[in-house]
């Protein structure tokens, strides 16, 4: 079984301040996703990293995927009010036919204006 | 709106009933997966289809459900004899291959008192 652990668990910060999200696990991954989540909603894609030691950049926010390809980091510059929301990370594995993501336990994230 | 679509948004049921959801994946998109998602948790795959073939089943999937696909567009998911562990956010994605990105539904919010 693929377990990915997300740290935070939770984490309320003041606006404009910079945080980090981090995204581990012992098993190594095709590809990793970010998603974020609105309450009573479906997640949305974010990002997806594929290739070890990638660095994706979307706005104030910078993905990193391990050289391992087996964690990945979600640093937020500068954050503002509308970032708040549930972080996800999603590994999948394209083995046998093997084509379900795997999610992380999420990072709740608050921005305090 | 040409996204992934699921109804009911949220159903409340008596221990013991049985309930189905639907789910409409975007036209077109060859692959649908369901997952759930319990409070303070990332959601978890529980079974996928590829048309109307179903590929892959968790060991979360227990004989109390069943999904189907019959016409590989829309599908179903049906619990019978709910049990109060089951209430949950029940959330289906699709996609147009296995490069692509899974797009998520609003999914359905089941309480079983």
């Known amino acids: 079984t693929q377990l990915l652990e997300q740290s935070p668990q939770f984490l309320s910060i003041q606006e404009g301040e910079n945080l980090t999200v981090y995204c581990n696990s012992s098993s190594v991954f095709s590809s990793l996703q970010w998603y974020r989540q609105e309450p009573g909603e479906g997640p949305v894609l974010l990002v997806t990293v594929v290739t070890g030691g990638e660095v994706k950049k979307l706005k104030r926010l910078t993905f990193q995927f391990g050289d391992a390809r087996k964690d990945s980091s979600l640093h937020i510059t ?36 | 709106d040409t996204g992934v679509s699921q109804n009911p948004r949220h159903k409340i049921t008596k221990r013991g009933q049985n309930v189905t959801f639907r789910c409409d994946p975007i036209s077109e998109h060859n ?57 949950a956010m029940y959330l289906c994605a699709s996609r147009r291959g296995v490069d692509n990105e899974q ?11």
């Open chain 2, 31 to 87: 692959r649908l997966y369901w997952y759930r998602q319990t409070l303070g948790q990332g959601p978890e795959f529980l079974t996928y289809f590829q048309n109307e073939a179903q590929l892959e089943k968790s060991r979360l999937l227990s004989d109390r459900f069943s999904a189907e696909r019959p016409k590989g567009s829309f599908s179903t998911l049906e619990i019978q004899r709910t049990e109060q562990g089951d209430s």
């Open chain 1, 78 to 113: 500068a954050a503002q009010p509308g970032d708040t929301g549930l972080y996800l990370c999603a590994g999948e594995l394209r083995d046998f036919g093997n084509e379900k993501l795997t999610f992380g336990t999420g990072t709740r994230l608050t921005i305090i204006p």
């Open chain 2, 103 to 113: 797009f998520f539904g609003p999914g359905t919010r089941l309480t079983v008192l």
